[in-house]
């Protein structure tokens, strides 16, 4: 099982920018795939990001592309999410996640809360 925890998280103002991180631990020889979630007030969980673990190719929402990038550092066993021109929109919990093949996942960390006011 793979452990996540992430940090980053916190508030500020339209437009701003945030970095998000997420640091893996346990068994991280089983990820090929890590990837950023958020869930808003009342709204269900939704895909923010992901990048495969052995490589470089990256996936976005269309609510994020050009303004949100995801990278890692392997030898931290750690993912980033840079977060530029933030919008109010994009207020959420934001979770990080691990899987196993490239579209499912099977460890979450606790979440981080990203508030932009406006």
């Known amino acids: 099982q793979v452990q996540l925890v992430e940090s980053g998280g916190g508030l500020v103002q339209n437009g701003g920018s945030l970095r998000l991180s997420c640091a893996a631990s346990?068994?991280?020889?089983?990820?090929?795939?890590m990837g950023w979630f958020r869930q808003a007030p009342g709204k269900e969980r939704e895909f923010v990001a992901r990048i495969r673990w052995r490589f470089i190719d990256t996936y976005y929402a269309d609510s994020v592309k050009g303004r949100f990038t995801i990278s890692k550092e392997n030898p931290k066993n750690t993912v980033y999410l840079q977060m530029n021109n933030l919008k109010p929109e994009d207020t959420a919990v934001y979770y990080c996640a691990a899987g196993t093949t490239a579209t499912h996942f099977d460890s979450w960390g606790q979440g981080t809360q990203v508030t932009i006011s406006s």
């Open positions: 346990g068994r991280t020889i089983n990820i090929y795939t």
